[in-house]
């Protein structure tokens, strides 16, 4: 059984990661996270592209556990924004990880903006990195459109104001296991899990 590190800090988004491997049922490995190895210091995340701050997070999670390590950089990239929040989007109000505030300020800045400007997509990186210095970057993307009032309990993050494309709820009103299929987050690790099978099995 080889163990697994889950880098993310954000408590939600660990959940996704978690729920998102166990279905995929990758045998020998054991998924753990953050909580589970002992607290070493958070790198700031200052890469310009969502690739570049996924390896950096794995990066360092294996260089401080010597375990092999899975790490996520995600965000909404909104069309009339040219594509921000983007990297920025876990502190585009200011302070790190303060969901409501974020997304009041991304609705506030949409403001007016007709329903045929009002796309985006979410956008996640999942980096696998392994003690041997392997590694590996893919990025899952999920297309939608923004609505003008938040919907929804589920989920994190802009969740709340995010339609996926062919539907009408938001991903917030999302069950998680219809979020995990389409999802961004779901199509990236599904991505990597063929390379965690073969970099651990
Ligand atoms: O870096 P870690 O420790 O993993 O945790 P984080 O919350 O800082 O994560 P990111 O740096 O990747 O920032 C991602 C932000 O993008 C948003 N986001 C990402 N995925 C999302 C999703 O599935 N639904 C809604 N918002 C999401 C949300 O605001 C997150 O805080
Ligand atoms: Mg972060």
Not at 34 to 53: R, Y
Request: hydrophobic residues 45%; charged residues 25%.
């Amino acid at each position: 059984m080889s163990r697994v590190l889950l880098a993310s800090r954000n408590a939600k988004k660990l959940v996704e990661l978690e729920r998102i491997l166990a279905a995929e049922q990758v045998a020998g490995i054991e998924v753990v996270g953050l909580d589970s190895v002992p607290p070493f210091p958070e790198a700031p995340e200052t890469g310009a592209t969502f690739e570049e701050n996924a390896l950096a997070k794995a990066r360092d999670a294996v260089a401080a556990t010597g375990l092999p390590a899975i790490a996520d950089d995600s965000g909404l990239a909104v069309d009339a924004l040219n594509g921000m929040p983007g990297v920025l989007s876990a502190r585009w109000s200011g302070g790190h990880g303060d969901d409501a505030a974020n997304l009041r300020l991304v609705l506030g800045q949409l403001g007016d903006v007709p329903e045929e400007r009002r796309g985006g997509a979410f956008v996640c990186a999942a980096a696998l990195v392994l003690p041997s210095g392997a590694e590996v970057v893919v990025r899952g993307e999920w297309r939608g459109q923004l609505v003008r009032e938040p919907r929804g309990d589920n989920g994190f993050g802009y969740d709340p104001i995010f339609v996926p494309e062919g539907g009408t709820r938001t991903s917030a009103e999302l069950d998680p296991a219809e979020k995990d299929e389409l999802s961004h987050r779901g199509r990236a690790l599904r991505m990597l899990v063929p390379h965690l099978t073969t970099a651990l099995a």
